[in-house]
Nanobody, 118 residues
């Protein structure tokens, strides 16, 4: 089992920045990915960005050039630096963890609210 604890959400004005963190604990093996998804009001959860344990990244087009995902493998922690935030980035952000091998199974954090005011 893998447990995820997120931190760093909050309220920010448009154009501002926030940094989300997510620490994974439990029994963790190599060959994994961590990432961030978000659920906008009234919509389904969508990909924001993922990063493999080897450092390969993937971003949603809507956040490229504004958000940066990174991770510290020694700490099993993933970060999301969000710059130039827009009101449409307002959502609940969820941390995810999954292995890059075997059947896909996602572990999820509890979610953290990010609100961007105009």
């Amino acid at each position: 089992q893998v447990q995820l604890v997120e931190s760093g959400g909050g309220l920010v004005q448009a154009g501002g920045s926030l940094r989300l963190s997510c620490a994974a604990s439990g029994t963790i093996f190599g060959g994994n990915s961590m990432g961030w998804y978000r659920r906008l009001p009234g919509k389904q959860r969508e990909l924001v960005a993922t990063i493999t344990s080897a450092g390969n990244t993937n971003y949603a087009d809507s956040v490229k050039d504004r958000f940066t995902i990174s991770r510290d493998n020694a700490k099993n922690t993933v970060y999301l630096q969000m710059n130039s935030l827009k009101p449409e980035d307002t959502a609940v952000y969820y941390c995810s963890f999954f292995y890059n091998w075997g059947p896909r199974r996602d572990y999820w954090g509890q979610g953290t609210q990010v609100t961007v005011s105009s």
